[in-house]
Every structure is written in structure tokens, then in C-alpha cells.
């Protein structure tokens, strides 16, 4: 398994098309931004050829998501907010090429139901995932723990597993967090079972504190021996927050690939 570093939390010491090269050094293979829109994508894309890393994953623009609003896929109202964002990030994904591209669910808007939530969310993800289709690029939708993101729609397992049923599109997929999973004290194991051939990308950090792995309780070994078990052959993205420099918080890197090669 390949492990990439998720550039938003990881050598957030160094500008952000610095952190390329430093990921590249510490022995990365790749690299994934939850928001890179800042940078414009010309100057990611001759970055990354420079550090020699591929882009895995990038979000879809989420509007106020991050602010504590409830983001843009699944209100009603925000629907050509949505359809701007979609536009922003093809445009932006045609020149830096992501593996996949990531639409945040965002949390139950005031005054909208759960039906009309997921309602508005599936069709945006159905139109989501045919418009990346054409560019040769996956879309995943994930679960995120309710604790650290109150009132996020899709916080399990199950939930990610019907919403992919009800939008029933082939270049839909799942985006499997670790910690958020640990986070909410779920059958981790299960969840990967539940959702066995449908896993596009794996996230991960220790729990609790999401900080690097040997920093909480989390037991990496056994979910990484599941996710293979389950079939699974894709990355593993560093998704956690550094408890000291990025550097000094590196220690679990080496054994891993060295483990899991």
C-alpha cells in the first residue's frame, strides 16, 4: 500500500507548495490537499512534477463547511452554489489530475429535512461522479464522526453504504477514515467488510487525539490486514495532526512501508 501525505494537516510549518518537496524527502509517494484551490492549479501541477509525487485526493469546494455551516451537497437552496463548485473543481482537477476528488456530505442545513437532505445529496452526487467520469477521475463521498463535526449527515458505515446504493453510479466509491470510524467507537473491521469493493481511498490517524500513529490507542495492524483481506489495493492517506514537527512525527513511516510494502 502506498501512503500519501495529506498536505493540509502534515509540514503545515512550510508554505504549501514547499510542503511537496518536504513530503517528497521524508518519503512519501504521493500527496493529497483538501483544498488547494488557493494555489492556482498550474502552479500545483509544475509543483508536483517538480517534487515527483502524484496528487491522490482533493475535496470539492464546500462552501462554509469548515466554518461550522452545512457546506453546499446537500441543501436545497445552495444548489448553484454546488453547481459552481463542481465547475471550480473540474476546471481546477483538469490541470493538476487528482486521483479522486472527494465531495464532503456537510451537515443537516435548518429547516431541511433528512429525506430532502439525502435527496439533494444523491443527485449531486450522481451528477458528481458521471461529471468526473470524463476526465478519468474517481469520486468518493465519507462518513465523518458527529463528535468533532456536530450534525455531519453521513457519520457510519451503514449510511455511507446506502447513500452509495441509492446513487448507484460506477465512479462513486467510499472514502474510508480510520479515525473517524475509531472516533465514534464502531466496528472498524465491519465497516471495511460492509463496504468491501467499494473503497476508493483509506485516511487514517491515531484516536484518540488524531495524531499521528503510537500516539493513541488505535491497533493499525489488524485494519490494515482487513483492508487487504477485503480486497483492498489502494493508498493510504497520512491524515492526522502532528503532535510536534511534522518531521519528528515521522517514526511510524519507515516501519510501515517496510510492513505493509
Given at each position: 500500500?502506498?501512503?500519501?501525505?495529506?498536505?493540509s494537516?502534515?509540514?503545515?510549518?512550510?508554505?504549501?507548495l514547499?510542503?511537496?518537496?518536504a513530503?517528497?524527502a521524508a518519503g512519501?509517494?504521493?500527496?493529497?490537499i483538501?483544498?488547494?484551490?488557493?494555489?492556482?492549479?498550474?502552479?500545483?501541477?509544475?509543483?508536483?512534477a517538480?517534487?515527483g509525487?502524484?496528487?491522490?485526493?482533493?475535496?470539492?469546494?464546500?462552501g462554509?463547511?469548515?466554518?461550522?455551516g452545512?457546506?453546499?451537497?446537500?441543501?436545497?437552496a445552495?444548489?448553484a452554489e454546488?453547481?459552481?463548485?463542481?465547475?471550480q473543481?473540474?476546471?481546477?482537477?483538469?490541470?493538476?489530475?487528482p486521483?479522486?476528488?472527494?465531495?464532503?456530505a456537510?451537515?443537516?442545513?435548518?429547516g431541511?429535512?433528512?429525506e430532502?437532505?439525502?435527496?439533494?445529496?444523491?443527485a449531486?452526487?450522481g451528477k458528481?461522479?458521471?461529471?468526473?467520469?470524463?476526465?478519468?477521475i474517481g469520486?468518493?463521498?465519507?462518513?465523518?464522526?458527529?463528535?468533532?463535526?456536530?450534525?455531519?449527515?453521513?457519520?457510519?458505515?451503514?449510511q455511507?453504504?446506502?447513500l452509495?446504493?441509492?446513487?448507484?453510479?460506477?465512479?462513486l466509491?467510499?472514502?474510508f477514515d480510520?479515525?473517524?470510524?475509531?472516533?465514534?467507537?464502531l466496528d472498524?473491521a465491519?465497516?471495511?467488510?460492509?463496504?468491501?469493493?467499494?473503497?476508493?481511498?483509506?485516511?487514517?490517524?491515531?484516536?484518540?487525539?488524531?495524531?499521528?500513529?503510537?500516539?493513541?490507542?488505535?491497533?493499525?495492524?489488524?485494519?490494515?490486514?482487513?483492508?487487504r483481506?477485503s480486497?483492498?489495493?489502494?493508498?493510504?492517506?497520512?491524515?492526522?495532526k502532528p503532535?510536534?514537527?511534522t518531521?519528528?512525527?515521522?517514526a511510524?513511516?519507515?516501519?510501515?512501508?517496510?510492513?505493509?510494502?
Open positions: 500500500m502506498k501512503i500519501a501525505a495529506n498536505l494537516l502534515l509540514f503545515s510549518e512550510l508554505p504549501l514547499g510542503r511537496l518537496q513530503a517528497a512519501f509517494d504521493g500527496v493529497e483538501q483544498f488547494p484551490y488557493e494555489v492556482p492549479a498550474l502552479q500545483l501541477k509544475e509543483a508536483l517538480r517534487a509525487l502524484p496528487l491522490r485526493l482533493i475535496n470539492l469546494p464546500a462554509d463547511l469548515m466554518t461550522g452545512p457546506g453546499l451537497a446537500a441543501v436545497p445552495r444548489q454546488f453547481d459552481a463548485a463542481l465547475q473543481a473540474l476546471t481546477y482537477a483538469a490541470m493538476t489530475r486521483a479522486y476528488v472527494n465531495v464532503l456537510g451537515r443537516l442545513a435548518a431541511v429535512s433528512r430532502q437532505a439525502l435527496a439533494c445529496l444523491t449531486n452526487l458528481t461522479a458521471a461529471a468526473f467520469a470524463v476526465l478519468g469520486v468518493l463521498c465519507e462518513a465523518i464522526n458527529p463528535l468533532d463535526m456536530p450534525g455531519f449527515l453521513i457519520n457510519t458505515p451503514a455511507l453504504d446506502e452509495l446504493r441509492a446513487v448507484a453510479h460506477p465512479n466509491q467510499a472514502q480510520l479515525y473517524h470510524m475509531a472516533r465514534q467507537g472498524i465491519a465497516g471495511i467488510a460492509l463496504l468491501a469493493g467499494r473503497i476508493g481511498h483509506v485516511q487514517f490517524a491515531d484516536c484518540p487525539g488524531r495524531g499521528e500513529p503510537g500516539t493513541g490507542t488505535l491497533e493499525f495492524a489488524p485494519l490494515l490486514q482487513a483492508l483481506s480486497g483492498y489495493e489502494g493508498w493510504l492517506g497520512a491524515e492526522y503532535i510536534q514537527e518531521l519528528q512525527s515521522l511510524w513511516l519507515p516501519l510501515w512501508q517496510a510492513r505493509w510494502p
